[in-house]
């Protein structure tokens, strides 16, 4: 197989989270001569597939297999790659089967490396991501195998292939709060004590409020508000409490107790339980790290693109390398349609990416 013809059948594997459609099984035996370690826990199927070339520093790709459910309304079949004017429709295809498609045929071309090459897929990135990635860099420290260096084949460019890396990601804390009240007819507020109302003014200072001015790689800190509901579904009762549910994107400049002190400080006065859970935590590589420097001098070569550095987006695996203190950076293809309905990227793309990869292991 080359590229484009191994990238076409991951596709059309369907790997809806947590199966990997028997794609680690494949990968596994398409990269003769490596050696191949499984830790799969429960449903979940994580692969760790490396070979030692030389002494020398150790450079894995990682990447998942397992895709979001394709929903309704495609105009082909979700799971056929399917091929029109230059782009390949299908789940999967830009998040992130480009990424796999590449970097496996480049690690199997490799014919000299200094070090070692290895991979780490995982069927559970798109899922709740416990039993996954996190769980095979837990047995590679206890076996003294981490990787020096990682780069995710998450797709991170625009509005260009070339055009961005993602050298971190921001974290992701999840707020809820109960503000409590005292029910009453709706006819006399005075004796009632109306939660809705004492949320209104305060409101204004916290919807959409950012919470530092962050700083060269991350946009600031903002407080999101995603839910707010009350009442009983009648016009004549004033409710007894509210509930309100919040995210922060944090930087690195904002943690918990930051985003505490922000509520606290907005409902003095009021009688309300906030609790604070954390679904991730922010990090960055430093961009004078042999990986960033290097990645970005194979993009170049091959797209005459410098790509910027940026932390924009979601979550990925990569955040589970950063915990291990393993520099780790995200390229892939673009990424203007990733988990929508026809999903598609150019054959273009994963080409080039390829080619990316491939410049990045003869030149490491």
């Known amino acids: 197989m080359n590229t484009i013809e191994l990238f076409k059948f991951l596709v059309s594997r369907k790997s809806q989270t947590p199966d990997d459609g028997g794609l680690l099984d494949f990968i596994q035996e398409y990269l003769v001569g490596f050696k191949a370690i499984r830790v799969d826990v429960k449903d979940v199927k994580n692969l760790f597939i490396y070979k030692k070339f030389s002494d ?10 397992d895709v979001v459910p394709a929903g309704k309304g495609w105009k082909t079949d979700p799971f056929k790659a399917t091929e029109v004017d230059g782009y390949i429709y299908g789940r999967g295809t830009q ?8 970097f496996v045929q480049a690690v199997k071309e490799a014919k000299e490396f200094k070090g070692t090459l290895s991979l780490l897929l995982t069927s559970d990135e798109e899922g709740e991501a416990i039993n996954g990635t996190i769980k095979m860099l837990e047995y590679l420290e206890k076996n003294s195998m981490l990787p020096d260096a990682v780069v995710v084949a998450e797709p991170t460019c625009e509005d260009r292939f070339g055009d961005a890396i993602k050298v971190g990601r921001r974290g992701s804390i999840n707020g809820y709060i109960t503000l409590n009240g005292k029910q009453g007819h709706a006819a006399y507020p005075q004796k009632a004590i109306n939660p809705i109302h004492n949320l209104a003014s305060r409101l204004i200072n916290m919807a959409g409020v950012d919470l530092d001015k962050g700083d060269e790689f991350f946009s600031p800190s903002k ?48 009688d309300f339980e906030l609790k604070l859970t954390q679904g991730s935590y922010p990090f960055k590589t430093d961009t004078d790290t042999k990986i960033v420097k290097q990645i970005d001098k194979a993009i170049e070569g091959v797209t005459k693109i410098k790509p910027k550095h940026s932390t924009a987006g979601g979550t990925s695996d990569a955040r589970f390398m950063a915990l291990f203190g393993i520099d780790v950076i995200e390229f892939g293809v673009i990424n203007d349609t990733i988990h929508a309905v026809d999903e ?14 491939t410049k990045l292991i003869k030149d490491y």
């Open 223 to 270: 407080f999101v508000i995603t839910d707010i509901r009350s009442g009983m579904q009648v016009t004549n009762v004033t409710p007894s409490h509210l509930e309100m549910m919040f995210n922060v994107r944090n930087t690195t400049l904002s943690t918990q107790k930051e985003v505490r002190e922000f509520v606290e400080k907005n409902l003095e006065g009021l």
């Open 344 to 357: 598609r990227t150019t054959i273009k793309e994963v080409q080039e990416l390829y080619e990316v990869f």
């Open 56 to 65: 020398g520093e150790h450079l894995c790709f990682g990447g998942h297999v």
């Open 95 to 102: 998040d992130m089967k480009s990424g796999v498609a590449a």
